[in-house]
């Protein structure tokens, strides 16, 4: 290790010295990182088993991209984002819970808060409206300074319209493709110009920057996968490690179809819907394809790390048609109770997976950073986590005063330790996005072991289940088990104080509404 | 004109002074040129009439962005390219009539003659196998030496493999998107990576250079546009002038589907073939729509000019399905006789249609060049006509010792005369193109005013057709009308030596075989 460290030491005067021939040197010392993050997408909408057991949600989709990457990679059955996007990717931009950055809900309008309201409370005040901004060291500013080619493709969703932060480009990216402060596309369809103004919908969802693309049948997770590619040449012909954020809009709604895919569904008998819903899952799967054959192609795959995720559960609370489990809201999220927005498993969970794009035991840099494969780990984890090991990934440290939440998860690549499975997890979602339903009150959880607390704000209520014995969280204990309640509700506390927390808005009187502790009997 | 043609000079000048400023100037000033060539599109494959009456052809196809550019500019009802394509490619690019360049016949491989061979005659010695190569003064190595940024995107099939002249790029284009040695695509689908592999096909056929779509349902009409588009985008970057050669491999073979413009057909109970090609003509003509929406977007098309065109008369003697005149052989090419590689008007004659890509009287260069909106022109054209037209149009001079066959067709712009229509028009074409059928022997043929007179080299015969009444050629008045016939064969002769033609080869003697006049009774 020591060698290492001094050759790299060498390597830091020498890149001074003859830049052109230094870069090339550190291209091949550093691995690509490829985050691969799909919009929406559910615990249960990939082929690949996220569950203890196979579910028929992993036989209705097929995404063989996926299959190879956790056949030669780690999957995590186990894996956090936030209830909603703008808090997961802020986390993972830098290393924080929501709790602590403030961007605790979606973002778009900077003047007005898209939270609805209980019967007595509201957003917090002072909760980060505009987003995040510049001048924050995001993962990709790091990288960027260490020399690395970063690359946003997709949606952004960070900062509010008008805002720095809504452009990528301020955030420590070199090239944007296709992002800006809103969290859906008007449409899919390059004949619609990715834009809704077809069906009179609102210009704000207009995807920017692809205008060539106007006008011609061609989907916008294709669009963004061929600009994207681009851009990892345009890495690659200066000789710069590359870090893309691959963030695609898809699956998020408008469910519209991608074709060729949804005709394979059709026939098989599948209703509208789900045959639109399923192509999209098709579509995001052969455009992962595409990028790792991109990267063989370019010889650089057994030196590019992949992270395959989502940023929050299934879609919403709407029906999306008749999916394996029947029709009715969320059950595509089965065996996880509701989804995206909510506080209950299928809000929050998310499917994980990590590889080397090709993998090959003999080459340097994976011998120094090996990974299993077929690996399956039950440690839980959450977004932020991604931060820190990006950046140790990649051998750049963050700033010393800048707090991180997450933790390394570099350990659990070759083996589940290294890593505790009794860290807290908290989850701080102090709003009502809006759609009614079950877990969609403003809450926060903490999931610690196998156990999670869940504390709504409106009605005051705490839940408590075991989520080993009951993952679809049917069978509340919080009467049953008050101590382990009275343990996690304390715990949360202590953290959302840590983490300078705020607070749901009593409408009445613009008091902060803190939990109230569970009674002990 | 004398103070234009002094503020050039002046402009020389100052170009060598400020590069930037003058080249904006210039910009300004000449006109940008899309030359846009559908390939095997037949006269009939669109909705607009290029006969003097409707045809339910014309109502089968839709092609609103052809009827757009014929509402703004002027249509050539009696236009001709070629029988086949590289003789029609080879001819635009030099100016030249095939029987002088001698690019004969299609190019592929420079060590095979892919002609045919009738029981008595093979293909003329030393006809160019190898195709177009570099040195000649093509259109765009001129306009390129004029400052112009020159784009090839689509089929070039200029060159044999392996030889200089396969690649744009050495023939004059700055940029090369797709081109190489083969006539057509092995497939048009990114999902099949535009190759026939998946079919068993040779690799010949893979379309080169659009890796980033492989692996994505994007159609090769689609990708060629996207990528024609960003390098206008780098021309207009550079303050450069363009000339863009859009050359689709549509509507070539094989015909497979372009979704999602089949299923209107196939639900209007079209078979399933029609329904693919009629999707492959909607598919161009969505991409010509899409090129002249850029141009407005950027702000050109008030200064772009654009013809649109073919390279050869309708696909093959092969039947496509069911057309509106039903099912047989060239049924899709009626009222004409046959089609591509015929000495018939199946065979040669094309779509030609000529506008400023936004019709704007008002703008000063289209003062200087005003197009008539909505014009029809009944004078005969030949696709060598282009070549001084353009250079017209863009105020280039070729070099004086360059023997050019056609003719500057800007008087037709305005209206239907300052060009002969008693201009011999050469058709020579000493091949046997491969499929069976009538007309498909090796052949001359010439057009003189209403008469066309056709040279079959086995079994020598001369026919010959009034035109004007019988456009189907069914009515030969070879023996009834002898001294016109003497007269065409004669004129015939003269500028099929004039071109320095080549002939067919007797296989039994290697001798040449010259056309053999017409018995005078």
């Known amino acids: 290790m020591s060698t290492s460290i001094r050759s790299r030491s060498f390597l830091g005067l020498f890149l001074c010295l003859a830049g052109g021939l230094a870069s090339a040197q550190s291209q091949a010392d550093r691995p690509n990182i490829v985050v691969y993050l799909v919009d929406d997408l559910g615990w249960q909408d990939l082929s690949v088993p996220m569950w203890n057991e196979r579910t028929p949600f992993n036989d209705h989709f097929r995404t063989p991209a996926v299959e190879r990457l956790a056949a030669t990679g780690v999957r995590f059955r186990q894996a956090y984002s936030c209830a909603v996007c703008s808090p997961t990717r802020t986390s993972l931009m830098l290393g924080q819970n929501a709790a602590r950055h403030h961007v605790t809900q979606w973002t778009r309008d900077p003047s007005r808060d898209p939270s609805g309201k209980t019967e007595r409370l509201g957003s917090p005040q002072d909760w980060r409206l505009e987003g995040l901004q510049p001048g924050a060291p995001t993962l990709p500013s790091l990288l960027q300074e260490a020399g690395y080619f970063t690359i946003h493709a997709g949606k952004a969703h960070w900062g509010a319209a008008g805002t720095p932060g809504s452009n990528p480009r301020q955030l420590g990216f070199d090239v944007n493709i296709a992002g800006h402060e809103a969290g859906g596309p008007g449409s899919y369809h390059g004949e619609k110009d990715y834009s809704a103004h077809w069906r009179n919908g609102s210009r704000v969802w207009d995807v920017p920057g692809l205008e060539h693309y106007h006008g011609l049948p061609i989907h916008l997770t294709d669009a963004t996968t061929v600009e994207a590619l681009k851009a990892v040449d345009r890495a690659l012909d200066q000789k710069k490690p590359f870090y893309l954020y691959l963030a695609h809009y898809a699956v998020h709604a ?21 045959s639109k819903y399923a192509s999209l899952v098709a579509g995001y799967d052969a455009s992962l394809a595409a990028v790792l054959r991109h990267l063989e192609r370019r010889g650089v795959a057994e030196r590019t790390l992949v992270v395959f995720t989502s940023d929050n559960g ?191 808005t009593v409408l009445d009187t613009g008091e902060p509404e803190r939990p109230i502790p569970p009674r002990q009997d």
């Open 254 to 274: 408008p469910i519209e179809e991608h074709p060729p895919y949804a005709d394979a569904y059709r026939e098989a008998g599948v209703d509208e819907p789900e």
């Open 314 to 504: 299934g879609l919403s609370v709407h029906s999306r048609g008749k999916t394996p489990r029947g029709t009715g809201k969320n059950t595509h999220n089965w065996p996880l109770r509701e989804g995206k927005g909510s506080a209950y498993e299928g809000g929050t969970r998310v499917p994980l997976v990590v590889s080397w794009a090709k993998a090959d035991a003999e080459h340097p840099i994976q011998q120094r950073l090996p990974i299993e494969a077929g690996g399956v780990r039950e440690t839980p984890t959450i977004i932020e986590d991604l931060y820190p090991t990006v950046l140790r990934w990649c051998d750049v440290r963050p700033p010393a005063q800048h707090p991180i939440d997450g933790v390394d998860l570099s350990p659990l690549l070759t083996a589940d330790e290294g890593v505790s499975r009794e860290r807290p997890l908290l989850f701080h979602y102090p709003h009502v996005w809006g759609p009614k339903g079950e877990g969609y009150q403003p809450h926060t959880s903490l999931r610690i072991g196998e156990w999670k607390a869940i504390y709504f704000y409106q009605p005051r209520r705490w839940e408590l289940y075991h989520l080993t014995q009951d993952i679809g969280e049917t069978n509340d204990l919080a009467e049953r088990a008050p101590e382990r309640l009275a343990e996690l509700s304390s715990r949360m506390m202590q953290l959302l104080q840590e983490r300078g927390a705020q607070w749901p």
